[in-house]
């Protein structure tokens, strides 16, 4: 199936342009996605565009975009929390909706599925959420960081952490937020179909993470093991397992599709 890409820039949370991608298919979408990326990451990580790719050939159009301070995003990373990423990605599905249409579905990897968990209440759009190899309560990136780090941290109030070989700057109010930060009441009144992928061998959020999310949420409610997989999805064959695994779940919840005018205009499927 044939697709486009198109630059898509937003105002973030601190008021930071964020830049962002939109994945078309061509002809008539079957609904919009939301796609959040891992902490620290980008939306340019091989997981999040072959994902993305692979829901496009299934008629799926994805918005990824860097969180405030990532990736081509402007803004300063050491002042974003998880608070703030949650707050993005509310402010990229309203950019979406003023666009084109708001998201049914909303994506996240690692981190990024925590964000959407509990971006979901101020989503009511969303028919679905898929949470990819996330953690159950996001205080748990703060064990990447390692005892040192965040001695350093607590002490002088911020220190640069290597992380997957690159340097960032993390301060006290990070890790405050994110040991404050619960999504348990969200997953628990989502009014939302939810799908929870995970690795039984994932290196850096355990499975139990996954059963502590799916135990707390209502049905609707999937869950899909990705046997052998890596946290980051590098195996390619991976990523595109769990693309078509989310469109298939999602076909059950998606509204019907929203045809894109070349003035931008929309009309309904009516098929």
Partial sequence: MGHSTSKFTFPGSQGDALDARLDLPSGIPRAFALFAHCFTCSKDIAAASRISRGLVDEGIAVLRFDFTGLGSSEGEFANTNFTSNVADLVAAAHALEERHQAPALLIGHSLGGAAVLAAAPQL???????????????????????????????????????????PFRIRQQFLEDISQARIDDAVANLDAALLVLHSPVDELVSVDHARRIYEHARHPKSFVSIDGADHLLTDRADAAFVASIIATWAARYLPDGVDIDADGSERQDEG
């Fill in 124 to 166: 009511p759009a969303a028919r679905g959420v898929v949470t990819l190899a996330a953690p159950s309560e996001p205080a748990h990136v703060s064990g990447v960081f390692g005892d040192e780090s965040i001695a350093a941290i607590e002490r002088d109030g911020e220190a640069e952490v290597s992380l997957a070989g690159r």
